[in-house]
């Protein structure tokens, strides 16, 4: 059953907005060399294929737009517009940061990855959102907690 809702970390955010914008052009982007292009971009719009919404939360927002702008121009501006661009059509979630350094593991993963956990923790929307990460002490973190989580990673090997 999939789910409505995927919550995105940073990284395959990152990988998303760079895909959506002729990923083939930003190949040689710093924030890029832990990918495959564009394998990873296949994979992970087959992983998003048929999901009704892309949660994100400011955080996540914040941090894939510093690494994006990581870029001289014209791309900085492209990757800027086309992040502009995704937005209008995914609801952003706001976590107080001190909800997200309650967190169990906020010491070790940050602010930004304990509101993701603290965003799919939400026990009213808890059978209706995913959280797709290719960070492994995010991907650990939630399934300990019993979240849904699965790891890009996994798909790569396929």
């Known amino acids: 059953m999939k789910p409505e809702a995927i919550i995105l970390d940073t990284n395959l955010l990152i990988l998303l907005i760079v895909g959506l914008s002729r990923a083939d052009r930003f190949a040689n982007h710093k924030n890029l060399k832990n990918f495959h292009l564009p394998s990873d971009f296949e994979i992970l719009q087959s992983l998003l294929h048929g999901i009704s919404q892309i949660i994100l939360t400011p955080n996540t927002l914040t941090e894939t737009s510093n690494l994006l702008r990581q870029i001289a121009n014209p791309a900085r501006n492209e990757l800027s517009r086309m ?37 799919l923790a939400d026990q009213t929307q808890q059978d209706q959102r995913l959280l797709l990460t290719m960070d492994l002490d995010l991907y650990l973190a939630a399934t300990a907690l019993e979240l849904k989580a699965i790891n890009f990673n996994e798909f790569r090997d396929m």
Request: aromatic share 8%.
């Open 83 to 119: 992040l502009g661009h995704f937005l209008q059509n995914c609801p952003e979630v706001y976590i107080r940061s001190v909800d997200a350094a309650g967190q169990l593991n906020f010491e070790k993963l940050g602010l930004t990855d304990a509101a993701l956990l603290h965003l």
